[in-house]
């Protein structure tokens, strides 16, 4: 199926590290990509192919893939990084699939 | 600097039809394939569809469950998708997206569906 399933939400302590999962049967065959999205504003690709970081994106960011799962991780969580994440892959058409998103929360 | 700036939204009646714009700048247009994604308030991005290059051929792909009510189009010389909209429900109002999957989104267009 290409579905994909994310937790819905997610807290963390200031200075610890958030994992947010997704997990779907498309991520065995196809990448993911990580968007952070506050509120008020669009999307922001934080996270490209699986791992990739684009430019500008801060080092605490990472991403990892193993088998139908992939896992965004924020290291040093600030406050900053209080936002909704939507993982998203692509279905045979090359059509966007998203997750269902998840609210990072710093506590 | 990539740049894609989306208008078009408003007020529109249920029934009603809305032609949205997408208007980019700062990487090749003609090359890249175009996505609409939107987003009702409070809920998750909901793709809509796409439009591939000329290389291959304009195709389009699209959500089941808007096909035949959305169309997409693109004019390589403007730099510029859109989105056509007909027959809108109440349940169509949101921000609406252009992106070029993923890489560079535009801030959005809000279309309201409402009597």
């Known amino acids: 199926s290409y579905e994909l399933t994310q937790p819905p939400s997610v807290s963390v302590s200031p200075g610890q590290t958030a994992r947010i999962t997704c997990s779907g049967d498309?991520?065995?065959?196809?990448?993911a990509y990580w968007y952070q999205q506050r509120p008020g504003q669009a999307p922001l690709l934080v996270i490209n192919?699986?791992?990739e970081r684009p430019s500008g994106i801060p080092e605490r960011f990472s991403g990892s893939s193993s088998g139908t799962r992939v896992t965004l991780t924020i290291s040093r969580v600030q406050a900053e990084d209080e936002a909704d994440y939507y993982c998203?892959?692509?279905?045979?058409?090359?059509?966007?699939?998203f997750g269902g998103g998840t609210k990072l929360t710093v506590l | 600097e990539v740049q894609l700036v989306e208008s078009g939204g408003g007020l529109v009646q249920p029934g009603g039809s809305l032609k949205l714009s997408c208007a980019t700048s700062g990487f090749s247009f003609s090359g890249s394939a175009m996505h609409w994604v939107r987003q009702a308030s409070g809920k998750g991005l909901e793709y809509i569809g796409h439009?591939?290059?000329?290389?291959?051929?304009?195709?389009?792909t699209y959500a089941a469950s808007l096909k035949g009510r959305f169309t997409i189009s693109r004019d390589d010389s403007k730099n510029t998708a859109y989105l056509h909209m007909n027959s809108l429900k109440i349940e169509d109002t949101a921000m609406y997206y252009c992106?070029?999957?993923?890489?560079?989104w535009g801030q959005g267009t809000l279309v309201t569906v409402s009597s």
């Open positions: 992106t070029r999957y993923g890489s560079t």
């Open positions: 439009i591939r290059s000329k290389t291959n051929s304009y195709a389009t």
């Open positions: 998203q892959s692509a279905d045979i058409s090359g059509a966007m699939v």
């Open positions: 192919k699986d791992s």
């Open positions: 498309a991520l065995a065959k196809q990448y």
